[in-house]
């Protein structure tokens, strides 16, 4: 049977299976005795375990079985949950995800884990593990094919099964090649296309990984693995192979005959043979009936979703964006020609691709779930790292943002949240002399305002230590002791957001080595977002992400700066004015103005980049009122021209490091306009 078309639909229903066993398993910690969440999760491991089979993952299969095995044995009452097995349980779902993860990657998913089955097994017997599972995983080898028993490194389908049955009976060796290139190989394709001219006078070649076409095209790492059939030893082969210049590594194996490979099965496993669907069946009525109703209600509602894989949406909103570049040069034309059947149909197409445009931004959409998911688990490791109880809370993980968006946020949450753990919660014995509970909160919610997403983290641990920071960052060189003195508390919790700071006392693997927050802020800066800190010593600390709902087509006003078209993002603009010149005022070698109560600095745009006759003589002076935070700066322009949608195009790996320069875009009328990047302008 040809698996390959199944491939996405297993990899997805993979990490959804997995997914929900590291949420139950994490459920089942707080109430060990509820039978009704092992079940959960054996529910979850015996479906993955018949989808890995039916689709030729044995070692996925196996591993499944042996922590399906441990789950029947709590749920039957044979064995007792506690802190040190769902350690083990917790590392076979790692493993397994890494195997999964493997497979999505062109690999084989196979992995050495036979000392993790062996804990498995110790307690499926009742005996206590007898090493920690630190060390257990630390003794296991990482993705890479186990050979011994001449395992298979390849998946066969029932065609190929038989021709190297029949070549076997005729005396034919059958043989996995798995070749290595050196890393620097600049020809990767010439050295395949020598190395297959070889083996094709030494045999037959059945089956290569990858393909032949993504061989040709380079279109893989180092290292592939081909199927030969011949009359020749494996030492002859991997000698004539390695006289092709910059070859590191070739591993031949012997390839067995598959004619017992299913008879040995235990019962239990050969149930594992069915397809998924029908395991899923099957699992299915194993469920309580008042489970029932609603499995069926979701599997109707299922029926109205597909699968899409996320490169048509990419192909899809590439394709609007160039619409949406089309749309304003057709309104630049029915402008200038005052053509009224022209104007009207000009105006219904801008209304339909509105439409279509909130659909396609809306398809792109996904849950912040997908990254809060991973949390739980790590603070859980984190907490038991570091010696410390903490709970974490999450809400509003349905909160909608942009895929694009959603790539890039996980990263910096990680070191967010390894931050308040290391830095911010105390220790059970500090939290209770200073009265506070001996568990720490960490609070991690997201929630939509007007278009943004707001991401905060807050905890109730120590707060930022004033003097430790301002005595750092005087050391480092951040700050002058001088302007020490001026700064507010916010000023000074931000300072951590500076690159290479740390008051980490000693380097760990969780913290210490100067990086960190300056990579969450430079990071979410990036997406045209800021970060803010609110502490108070002793009460804990609130770290607030303001995020833009999506990155591809955003709303900019757009502005003149001499025969230039400047686009200034409206998600930073608080609001335009013209001001007299006489109300400019001088403060610190800086220009300044009086708005709404607030000194605000002005930044000439035409100073910035460089441009002649600057905003000086004029009586009145354009500026637009730009945010970052709780920080505003006035921008000097020519003149306003309006509000539009434009489409974002990067600028190219060869100007990124334009100063206040994110991007640009291709206007109506065919010219092109940059984008102000505020963040960078507002110090």
């Known amino acids: ?158 065609y190929e099964m038989t021709v190297i049955s029949q070549s076997q009976e005729q005396g034919f060796n059958a043989f996995e090649v798995t070749i290595g290139l050196r890393q620097d190989c600049l020809l990767k394709a010439a050295r395949v296309f020598m190395i297959f001219e070889i083996l094709e006078k030494s045999g037959e070649i059945i089956k290569s990984k990858p393909n032949v076409e993504q061989l040709e095209n380079e279109d893989f790492d180092e290292e592939f693995t081909v199927v030969l059939l011949t009359k020749e030893d494996a030492a002859s082969l991997e000698a004539k192979v390695m006289k092709v210049s910059e070859v590191e590594s070739v591993n031949v194996y012997p390839i067995t005959d598959f004619s017992n490979s299913e008879s040995n099965q235990s019962e239990e496993d050969t149930l594992t043979q069915v397809p998924a669907e029908k395991a899923k069946i099957e ?134 949240i390894r931050n308040a753990l290391d830095h911010g919660i105390e220790t059970p014995a500090e939290r209770k002399a200073k009265g506070k509970p001996e568990e720490g909160t960490v609070s991690l919610r997201a929630y939509h305002s007007g278009n943004h997403v707001f991401i905060e983290l807050e905890d109730d641990g120590a707060g930022v230590n004033k003097e430790r920071v301002l005595k750092k960052a005087i050391e480092r060189g951040i700050v002058t002791e001088e302007i020490a003195e001026t700064l507010t508390e916010r000023q000074i919790a931000e300072l951590i957001l500076a690159s290479g700071f740390s008051t980490a006392e000693k380097i760990t693997d969780v913290s210490g080595r100067g990086v960190g927050l300056d990579v969450v802020k430079s990071t979410i800066e990036s997406l045209g977002g800021y970060i803010t800190i609110d502490s108070k010593e002793g009460q804990g600390s609130l770290f607030q992400v303001q995020l833009p709902l999506t990155l591809s087509i955003i709303s900019v006003m757009l502005v003149n700066l001499n025969k230039d078209i400047y686009a200034i993002p409206l998600s930073s603009i608080i609001e335009t004015a013209i001001i007299q010149t006489s109300d400019i005022l001088n403060a610190h070698n800086q220009k300044v103005i009086d708005f709404r109560g607030s000194i605000v600095p002005l930044v000439d745009l035409k100073g910035i980049f460089e441009m002649d006759n600057l905003h000086q003589s004029e009586e009145y002076q354009s500026v637009v009122i730009v945010r970052k935070g709780d920080k505003l700066a006035g921008l000097v322009v020519d003149s306003f021209i309006g509000q539009q949608e434009i489409v974002l195009k990067s600028l190219g790996n060869y100007l990124q490091s334009v100063f206040a320069i994110s991007g640009a875009t291709i206007l109506g009328n065919g010219q092109v306009a940059l984008i102000v990047d505020c963040n960078s302008l507002i110090k």
Request: charged share 30%; net charge negative.
């Open 1 to 158: 049977m040809d698996t390959n078309q199944y491939l996405e639909m297993f990899l997805d229903e993979s990490k959804e299976h997995l997914q929900a066993c590291n949420e139950h398993l994490l459920e089942l910690e707080k109430n060990p005795d509820d039978l009704a969440i092992v079940n959960e999760v054996f529910r979850s491991a015996h479906t993955l375990k018949g989808m890995s089979a039916t689709m030729g993952y044995e070692d996925i299969a196996d591993l499944t079985h042996k922590m399906e095995n441990v789950l029947d044995a709590i749920r039957n009452s044979k064995i007792s949950v506690t802190t040190e097995i769902l350690d083990v349980v917790f590392k076979a779902v790692d493993y397994l995800e890494e195997m999964v993860f493997d497979i999505e990657a062109g690999g084989t998913g196979k992995k050495d884990v036979q000392q993790l089955v062996n804990a498995l097994n110790q307690i499926e017997a009742g005996q206590a593990v007898t090493s920690s599972v630190e060390e257990t995983a630390a003794s296991i080898i990482t993705i890479e094919p186990s050979k011994t028993n001449n395992a298979s490194m390849l998946h066969y389908d029932d």
């Open 283 to 416: 699992s299915a009525k194993e469920e309580p009936s008042s489970n029932k109703s609603k499995r069926t209600t979701n599997s109707h509602n299922a029926n109205k979703t597909i699968r899409v894989n996320i490169d048509r949406l990419d192909i899809l909103m590439n394709l609007f964006e160039e619409l949406v570049i089309d749309r304003g040069r057709l309104q630049s034309i029915a402008s200038d020609l005052h053509n009224s059947d022209l104007n009207e149909t000009v105006e219904r197409m801008t209304r339909v691709s509105g439409d279509l445009q909130n659909i396609i931004l809306n398809m792109r959409m996904i849950p912040v779930e997908t990254v809060f998911n991973r949390f739980p688990k790590m603070v859980r490791q984190l907490a038991r790292d570091l010696d410390k109880k903490v709970n974490l809370e999450i809400t509003g993980a349905e909160t909608e943002l942009d895929r694009t968006v959603i790539d890039e946020i996980g990263d910096p949450l990680v070191h967010l």
